[in-house]
């Protein structure tokens, strides 16, 4: 069996960046399906409070955040490479401009009456309800655009990708695949799926190609999981040694202090615990829990802050 367990819903973009990286990568998984909305009682005893999706449970270590979770594949399954070594920089920061920038216009021209009703036409008017009260207290002051802004930056930046793939290139950086295609595929995903607003896909013809040449990759092989056998399986666990790692002191902390990390855009569930772990690219708390006993929670550094408790 893997050790590797998905916590996520059928419809997240960011899942479903992991679950084609698990595909890319042919690593077989567990798949814990989590409620899309507060509240979320395995997963938040797992993380400490963090509800983003997705995240992912290897034992008793949790991986929050996707930057970070597709570095852990990496560092699991070094080929085929997420990050090719001619374009890594360009790649990191191209997929971080599509995992915020290009996300939030994405999700901003979804949302529009015909998008909504796309997507969400099945749920009842109490479902739709709780989940537009749910996103709108997640998101608190992160700035909104209007459908019109959203649909003509939107198109904007299509022809920008689309240019990307001139001269017959398979991928946005070339000949292999790195972390930019999958951060850009993951919301182009969802536009294809909000039925009634996905024809602004119709204008960026290569980019229709290259959406097909990467929903290929697709999931690989699965086991689906209950929480509850995920929370058995962290309790018994012990969390991976951290010992050793160098700790690069940006906070004025040390090992071992009482600290809180929480994202810095939305959903600013902070995280308390001992620090751990501080590196260029990471921080990880060590917390206890009844349920989950004790674990070690790991963020990306980048978007995420750091505080003495
Ligand atoms: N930067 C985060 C973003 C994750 C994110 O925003 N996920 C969305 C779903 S696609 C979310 O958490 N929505 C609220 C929820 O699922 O509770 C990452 O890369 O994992």
Redesign the pocket.
Known sequence: MSDIILHH?PN????EKIRLILGFKQIAWNSVMIP???P?PDLTALTGGY????VMQIGADIYC???LIADVLERISPSPSLYPDAVTGLARTLSQWA?STLFWTVIAHCMQPAGIQSMFGHLTPEQLKAFSVD?TQ?RGNAPRMSPAEATGQLSEYLRRLEDMLSDGKPYLLGQQPTIADFSVYHSLWYVRNAKAVAGILDATPKLMTWLVRMAAFGHHQFEKMSGEQALAIAYESTPAATDGTPFLNTHDVAPGDLVTITPTDY?LDPVQGELVLSTANEFAVRRSDERAGTVVVHFPRL?FQLKKA
């Open positions: 819903y997240s973009p960011f899942a899309v909305i507060m979320k509800r983003r999706t997705p955040d996707t930057a995992d996103r997640m959903a978007g």
